[in-house]
């Protein structure tokens, strides 16, 4: 479905929005404004990467966008990211995603509606903005989980099973570090196209943010995971520890008990009064140095 969103008063440019075309409504559209045809089919490939190219004299420009409403556990582009693609021309834009995007009617109201946007070119460098803006305000989720696991990590009690939250958390960062790189290039070429001064700078800006957010929470991600290997390796080797220190206490008892297990005729000390006190002091006595030289050794 495809619908004019706006109109310049003097009919130079217009704004025309594509929602989950099919292939025939993408055709009828290149026929109509001359939108080259492989950037047609890479309107309809969903995994495709951020890019940017001209055809025809029309700049056609692939982004992506954080999806929002991505599950829990998503962690690969497509699953966390929706594609945006943009073809920009003096006397239009045409805007191609498959699903809703929000930040649409945001620009419609702060900036069309207002009369901010005169010109296309003004249009498309807020239309590539917003999509940089997308990722905004899941850098902010993801420091609070960063928070979360940390603290979850340093000060649980009771050690829990953190592997697998750590593992999505990761992978989302570099997911979303990966893309905004990727979207470089579209930065790059704005640049050569003159646009306004202003709001490339505006662009650029954003831009740094996002990558030096993004490489913070990376090296952050990348140092908790490690940090958390190493406590969960501590941890086992504590257990170890004591299991290794009852193991030593009860070696010799278990050898004491199982020679006087044995089912022979002939053990004198079997009929002795004294051998059962006898022997449960020996076994006190072993005890006792095994621990007193534990102690001494700094392993208790």
């Known amino acids: 479905m495809h619908k004019t969103l706006f109109t310049a008063p003097d009919k130079s440019w217009e704004w025309i929005d594509v929602e989950n075309p099919t ?33 025809n004299n029309i700049v056609f420009i692939i982004t992506r966008i954080f999806d929002t409403k991505a599950h829990i556990e998503a962690d690969t582009i497509q699953e966390l990211t929706n594609k945006v693609s943009i073809f920009y ?15 649409i009617p945001e620009i419609i109201e702060k900036y069309i509606e207002t009369g901010q946007i005169k010109k296309s070119s003004n249009l498309l460098t807020r239309l590539v ?83 030096t957010l993004y490489d913070e929470l990376n090296d952050s991600a990348n140092h908790l995971v490690n940090v958390y290997i190493s406590l969960s390796s501590q941890r086992t080797n504590e257990v170890m520890r004591v299991l290794t220190i009852f193991s030593v206490f009860f070696m010799p008892l278990t050898f004491i008990v199982g020679i006087y297990g044995m089912n022979f005729k002939f053990m004198p000390e079997l009929y002795s009064v004294y051998g059962y006190p006898l022997i449960m002091l020996v076994m006190l006595l072993i005890t006792a140095v095994i621990y007193m030289w534990f102690r001494r050794k700094g392993w208790l």
């Open 23 to 55: 292939a025939d409504e993408l055709q009828e559209l290149g026929q109509k404004y001359g939108l080259h045809p492989s950037s047609l089919r890479d309107c309809l490939q969903p995994e495709h990467l951020p890019k940017y190219e001209i055809a």
């Open 129 to 211: 903005r917003a999509a940089f803006r997308t990722f905004a305000v899941p850098a902010d989720k993801l420091a609070d989980d960063l928070d979360y696991y940390e603290t979850k990590t340093f000060l649980q009690a009771k050690p829990v099973s953190l592997t697998k939250g750590l593992y999505h958390l990761k992978r989302k960062v570099a997911v979303s570090k990966r893309v905004i790189k990727l979207s470089e290039v579209i930065l790059d070429h704005l640049r050569l196209q003159k646009l306004s001064s202003t709001e490339m700078q505006d662009m650029q800006d954003l831009y740094v943010h996002m990558t």
């Open 89 to 103: 021309h003096e006397q239009f834009v045409i805007t191609v995603h498959k699903y809703p995007v929000e930040f």
